[in-house]
């Protein structure tokens, strides 16, 4: 099984959850198994949003990390500026000319009616950086497993071949998080 760390910046991104009293000011983190493409695959996920300010941080995290997912609200124009940030930050640290795993997805897509950032507006910066874009929605899991089978995929092909997998009987919605009562498997 192959292990990948994802660290996620922008905005708040919870996994299989919602919670509406959520604290934005502290990490979370949370291990996950997906089985892409038939194969198992164990993430570290490392949900940063709401400690931007601390570039030291920032910049260990991206340093550890394989993969990134760059958030934006749907319904904040202002978040999607904060992509480009992180984005150049990460090619910074991580290096211009290295195929860095990046994902980019908008959120709360289930908001239409407060939708303040275009669907063109993302188009054309998605290609012009030449990466992957989605539209999802936590609060009811729109998109969510695509976003991360991507990272998945493109994880994988800057790494070693994965080891052959053993077909392990573990459905691949588990996921695990750390609470501060322990690992918590949902």
């Known amino acids: 099984m192959q292990e990948f760390r994802i660290l996620v910046l922008g905005v708040r991104f919870v996994l299989d959850e919602h919670p509406d009293n959520s604290d934005p000011t502290i990490e979370d983190y949370y291990r996950r198994m997906f089985v ?29 990390s394989h993969g990134f997912l760059l958030l934006f609200s749907l319904t904040q124009q202002g978040s999607l500026g904060e992509v480009d940030h992180f984005r150049k930050q990460i090619l910074d640290i991580k290096g211009d000319d290295l195929a860095v795993p990046i994902v980019i997805a908008g959120t709360k897509l289930d908001l239409t009616v407060e939708r303040e950032v275009r669907r063109n507006i993302i188009h054309s910066l998605a290609v012009r950086w030449d990466l992957p874009f989605y539209e999802t929605s936590a609060k009811h899991n729109w998109n969510i497993n695509d976003v991360f089978e ?30 501060p009562h322990g690992c918590v498997i949902t």
């Not at 892409?36 to 340093?63: A, F, H, K, P, R």
């Not at 997998?165 to 573990?170: K, P, Q, T």
Request: proline residues 5%.
């Open 36 to 64: 892409v493409d038939g194969e198992l695959t164990l993430l570290d996920v490392i949900d940063t949003s709401g400690c931007e300010e601390y570039q030291s941080l920032n910049e260990t995290w991206i340093q550890s």
């Open 150 to 179: 991507d990272l998945v995929r493109q994880m994988r092909k800057r790494c070693l071949p994965a080891p052959k997998m053993l077909n392990y009987d573990i459905p691949a919605d588990t996921a695990f998080r750390r609470s």
